[in-house]
C-alpha cells in the first residue's frame, strides 16, 4: 500500500514536516540519507549540515551560555536531554548542531516517524501514487512527498581546507563568527558575492580585521552591500587573489592562508584564526532533474506564493533546497512545518485522509 507521506532529508526541514505529518496522523516516512564515503565528501551525510556545525546560538529555545545549568535547574532529570547530564562539556557550552538535529530527529520518532537510512536516487513524478526509488533499490510509492534534502556549501576543495573545517574553516559566518576562537584575530572570508560581503561585514564586529579575498577585481555583490563592506575600515580586499593553502596546527587550528596572486597579482601570506568560504552553495537536487522545474540555480521552484507547492502537484518542498536566500535552520524548520500542512490539507483535499 502506498505511503500517505514519504520525506525525503533529514535537517530541520526534514525533521520537522515529520513531527507535524507525524502529529497528523500521516504516519510519515522519512528517507535520511545514506552514510556512504560519497556523501562525507559531498558534505550530504544524514542530518544536514546543522551536523557540520560547531555551536547554534541562533536558534530560538537554545540559549547559549548558560544552557546546562538552565536546562538542569529547569527540568526535572527525567525531561533532561542526555547531553545536559555529559559532564566532559565544558561549562557555558550552547547546543551544538549535531545535538540540535538529533533531537529533532528523536522529536520526529517519538510522534511515530518511520526511518530509513537511505538516498533517494531516483524519483517518478509523472502519475500517482508517486515512486520513489533508494540507492539500494527499494521502491516506495507515496500519495504525497516531501523533498527536503538541503544544500550543500561548496569548498574551495583544497586538501588542507578539509583538514581544519570545523578548527578555523567555516562556510557559516552567522553560525560560527561569534565564537570565541575568532574574536579580535583576523580572519579572512573568500568570495565576491553577496554573501561573502555580508559575511566580512558580520564578521567585522568581532574580528580585529577581515581579509576579503576575491579572485577577481570586481566584485559581484549588490552594489549597495559592496559600498557597506569597501567602506569598512577593518575590511581588506585582496583582489586577484586565491588561496591556495589553509596553514594551521593541531593545537590552534587555522593560523593563516597562503594566496596565489592571479592577472599579474603577487601572492602573499595572511596571518588568519579563521577562513570563511562564501563560493556559493549547491542545491541538492541532482535526482529531480528532468523531474521537477527548478530555478536556472538549480533549487528547486515553488510555484504558488507563500506555499511550498512545487510544479508536481503533491510534491512539495521545503528548507535549503528551495531558498538560496535566507538559508538558515530556523528558516527550514518553519518552511518544513507549512510543507506538512500543505500536503495535510492537500490529501484532505485529494479525499486520501
Ligand atoms: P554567488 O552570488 O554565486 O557568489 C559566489 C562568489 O564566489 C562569486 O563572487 C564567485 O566569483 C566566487 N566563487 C565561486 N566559485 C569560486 C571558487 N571556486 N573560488 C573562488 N571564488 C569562487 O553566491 P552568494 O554570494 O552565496 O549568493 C547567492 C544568492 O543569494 C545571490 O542571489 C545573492 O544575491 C543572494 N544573497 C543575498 C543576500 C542579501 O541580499 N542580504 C545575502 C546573501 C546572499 P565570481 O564573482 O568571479 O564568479
New binding site residues.
Given amino acids: 500500500m502506498a505511503e500517505k507521506v514519504v520525506i525525503v532529508g533529514s535537517g530541520p526541514a526534514g525533521w520537522t514536516a515529520a513531527i507535524y505529518c507525524a502529529r497528523a496522523n500521516l504516519q510519515p516516512l522519512v528517507y535520511e540519507g545514506a552514510i556512504t564515503e560519497e556523501n562525507r565528501m559531498k558534505g550530504t551525510l544524514p542530518l544536514g549540515q546543522l551536523a557540520l556545525t560547531t555551536e547554534v546560538e541562533n536558534y530560538p529555545g537554545f540559549p547559549a551560555g548558560k544552557l546546562f545549568q538552565f536546562l538542569e535547574s529547569a527540568l526535572p532529570p527525567e525531561r533532561q536531554p542526555y547531553w545536559v547530564q555529559d559532564k566532559a562539556a565544558p561549562p557555558g557550552h550552547g547546543v551544538t548542531g549535531p545535538e540540535l538535529v538529533d533531537l529533532m530527529r528523536q522529536q520526529a520518532v517519538n510522534f511515530g516517524t518511520r526511518i530509513i537510512t537511505d538516498d533517494i536516487a531516483e524519483v517518478d513524478f509523472s502519475r500517482r501514487p508517486f515512486k520513489v526509488k533508494s540507492l539500494e533499490g527499494e521502491v516506495t510509492e507515496a500519495m504525497a512527498v516531501i523533498i527536503a534534502t538541503g544544500a550543500r556549501a561548496?569548498y574551495?576543495?583544497l586538501p588542507s581546507e578539509d583538514n581544519f573545517k570545523n578548527r578555523g574553516v567555516s562556510a557559516c559566518a552567522v553560525c560560527d563568527g561569534a565564537l570565541p576562537r575568532f574574536r579580535n584575530k583576523p580572519l579572512v572570508v573568500?568570495?565576491?558575492?553577496?554573501?561573502?560581503?555580508?559575511e566580512a561585514t558580520y564578521l567585522s564586529k568581532f574580528a580585529s580585521e577581515v581579509y576579503l579575498?576575491?579572485?577577481?577585481d570586481?566584485?559581484?555583490?549588490?552594489k549597495i552591500?559592496q559600498d557597506r563592506a569597501l567602506s569598512n575600515p577593518k575590511i581588506k580586499p585582496c583582489w586577484n587573489s586565491?588561496?591556495n593553502e589553509v596553514v594551521g596546527n593541531d593545537q590552534d587550528g587555522v593560523t593563516g592562508v597562503k594566496l596565489a596572486g592571479l592577472n599579474g597579482t603577487v601572492g602573499r601570506d595572511l596571518p588568519a584564526s579563521g577562513m570563511f568560504v562564501?563560493?556559493?552553495?549547491t542545491p541538492n537536487t541532482d535526482f529531480l532533474q528532468g523531474k521537477l522545474e527548478l530555478e536556472a540555480?538549480g533549487y528547486i521552484r515553488w510555484t504558488k506564493p507563500f506555499r511550498t507547492w512545487t510544479s508536481v502537484e503533491g510534491v512539495f518542498a521545503a528548507g535549503d533546497v528551495a531558498d538560496?536566500?535566507y538559508?538558515q535552520a530556523v528558516t527550514a524548520a518553519g518552511s518544513g512545518c507549512m510543507a506538512a500542512l500543505d500536503a495535510e490539507r492537500w490529501l484532505a483535499e485529494q479525499g486520501e485522509l
Wanted: charged share 20%; net charge positive.
Fill in positions: 561548496n574551495l576543495g573568500v568570495g565576491g558575492g553577496d554573501s561573502a560581503v555580508e579575498v576575491h579572485r577577481r570586481k566584485l559581484r555583490a549588490s552591500m586565491a588561496v562564501a563560493i556559493g552553495h540555480n538560496h536566500y538559508k
